[in-house]
């Protein structure tokens, strides 16, 4: 068992591509999925059949597993999920994909071969702090976890995004931070698992939130930029991502286990 950071970080570390069992990396990522899509749901940031999450094929890196489109997320199941290419073709699966999610995903997808999953969807406060066109104020410690951390972009706000030329647009905008403020449109978050990807979603709903209800009130304070690094630091990088999940992942096993057939 893992007792430090760096022997954690080394238990994680993805196998190699010629010596990854496909199969059981491919189940284990779609269980991932589906629990993060439940956990959107039950966090009340799905909203009609608007939202997606995707996480790259281990086999093939032009696929992508997702959501089919329509289905709620709070019922989600492993079984439910679609696979996709990045022609827009289901390749696994009889439900329809989001025209939506194959267009961000699959840009998004090519431009960071180091994305393995990505989560959006037409939260409320996330769709709404993306309007006020400000960027995110690093105003409490939990901002500070995206900290130079957020990538901003105009192209195609407001617009339902199903042309790809304006979705690799908006990859391009990305660049190499693990969020994007697409503006009018909402949130956009990224990860080297579902699991971080669907925390920094879940998260920066969250401090949106907390910084709209603080310039409601006032003018909010921000900490120094030492401070903020210090805290993305300590809570921005990947793994933190990933390990802030495991608490939703031991709930729904624990009290929704169907998720996983």
């Not at 006020?132 to 939990?142: A, C, F, V």
Request: proline letters at 4%; hydrophobic letters at 40%; glycine letters at 8%.
């Amino acid at each position: 068992m893992a007792n430090t950071l760096d022997e954690l970080i080394e238990d994680l570390k993805p196998e190699a591509a010629d010596e990854m069992d496909f199969e059981a990396e491919r189940l284990h990522r779609k269980q991932r999925l589906a629990a993060g899509l439940r956990t959107m749901g039950r966090l009340n940031l799905a909203e009609g059949v608007a939202g997606h999450v995707t996480v790259r094929d281990p086999e093939f890196p032009d696929r992508f597993w997702v959501n089919p489109f329509g289905h709620n997320f709070k019922l989600m199941t492993v079984s439910d999920l679609i696979c996709v290419d990045h022609h827009g073709d289901v390749v696994v699966g009889d439900r329809p994909v989001n025209t939506a999610a194959f267009a961000i995903h699959s840009e998004l997808h090519k431009a960071r071969p180091d994305v393995i999953a990505a989560a959006h969807s037409h939260s409320m406060y996330g769709r709404t702090f993306s309007s006020l066109g400000t960027p995110l104020q690093m105003i409490s410690q939990d901002h500070t976890m995206f900290y130079n951390d957020v990538a901003y972009c105009k192209v195609g706000s407001g617009t339902p995004v199903v042309d790809t030329e304006i979705s690799a647009q908006m990859a391009a905008a990305l660049g190499d931070k693990k969020v994007m403020i697409h503006q009018n449109h909402g949130h956009i978050t990224t990860g080297g698992s579902v699991d971080a990807a669907v925390w920094w979603f879940v998260s920066l709903e969250r401090c949106m939130q907390s910084q709209l209800i603080a310039m409601s009130a006032g003018t909010p304070i921000e900490v120094s930029d030492e401070i903020a690094q210090q805290g993305w630091d300590v809570q921005g990088q990947d793994l933190s991502g990933w390990f802030q999940f495991q608490p939703f992942w031991d709930e729904l096993v624990a009290r929704e286990p169907e998720f996983m057939d």
